[in-house]
């Protein structure tokens, strides 16, 4: 059984930084894709960044320059650096895995396994 479980969320000003993590257990293919989604009320879903086995990285255009995907060695913790945090960026985070597939870039928000989300709330 595929597990993903967020933590790291909170409330910031403008301007600073949060750490998501994510802790993969139960995933047993050599080919994924890792992701992090976030969703705004009255919003659809929207990929944030994106992480292959293959480490290539894709962000969303919205988050360049400020937020770095990344995940340990062992590939069972995926991580959300989100620097230089903005109001806009505000929105429930899910960490979301799947098999590679075609593509995995930042614009894939279909996945069979998701978390439970974690809250993000930057004010101005």
């Known amino acids: 059984q595929v597990q993903l479980v967020e933590s790291g969320g909170g409330s910031v000003q403008a301007g600073g930084s949060l750490r998501l993590s994510c802790a993969v257990s139960?995933?047993?293919?050599?080919?994924?894709?890792m992701a992090w989604v976030r969703q705004v009320p009255g919003k659809g879903r929207e990929g944030v960044a994106a992480?292959?086995?293959?480490?290539?990285?894709s962000y969303a255009d919205s988050v360049k320059g400020r937020f770095t995907i990344s995940k340990d060695n062992t590939g069972d913790n995926l991580y959300l650096q989100m620097d230089n945090l903005q109001p806009e960026d505000t929105g429930t985070y899910y960490c979301?895995?799947?098999?590679?597939?075609?593509?995995?870039?930042?614009?894939?928000?279909?996945?069979?396994?998701w978390g439970q989300g974690t809250q993000v709330t930057v004010s101005s």
């Open positions: 139960g995933y047993r293919y050599s080919s994924v894709c």
């Open positions: 992480l292959g086995s293959d480490e290539s990285t």
């Open positions: 979301a895995a799947d098999h590679f597939g075609r593509y995995c870039t930042s614009h894939r928000t279909e996945y069979n396994f």
